[in-house]
Nanobody, 123 residues
Framework: QLHLVESGGGSVQTGGSLRLSCAAS????????MAWFRQAPGKEREGVAV???????DYADSAKGRFTISRDNTKNALHLQMSSLKPEDTAMYYC?????????????????WGQGTQVTVSS
């Protein structure tokens, strides 16, 4: 099992940057795909990025070229570097852990979820 805790959210202006982190406690962190999802008020949850057990990243179109997902298996940590932020990036961001090869498009495959960290981008 994994326990996930996100940090790093905050308020920034359009064009700003934030680095989200997710600390995982538990065993076999490296055997999981790790992903970031987000949910804005009144909207459905959407996948942002995933990094699989082989550390291959994949991004939603909305994140490509602006966000970078990374993991440090020695520290049981997941990160999301976000740049060129837009107001439409405003949401609660969640990290999640799933099977070794998982897609950000399949939220139901992810077994473990954090409590979320709020990102607010003002224009």
């Amino acid at each position: 099992q994994l326990h996930l805790v996100e940090s790093g959210g905050g308020s920034v202006q359009t064009g700003g940057s934030l680095r989200l982190s997710c600390a995982a406690s538990g065993s076999l962190f490296s055997s999981y795909s790790m992903a970031w999802f987000r949910q804005a008020p009144g909207k459905e949850r959407e996948g942002v990025a995933v990094i699989d057990g082989d550390s291959n990243p994949d991004y939603a179109d909305s994140a490509k070229g602006r966000f970078t997902i990374s993991r440090d298996n020695t520290k049981n940590a997941l990160h999301l570097q976000m740049s060129s932020l837009k107001p439409e990036d405003t949401a609660m961001y969640y990290c999640a852990a799933g099977p070794f090869y998982s897609s950000y498009e399949a939220a139901s495959d992810f077994n473990y979820w954090g409590q979320g960290t709020q990102v607010t981008v003002s224009s």
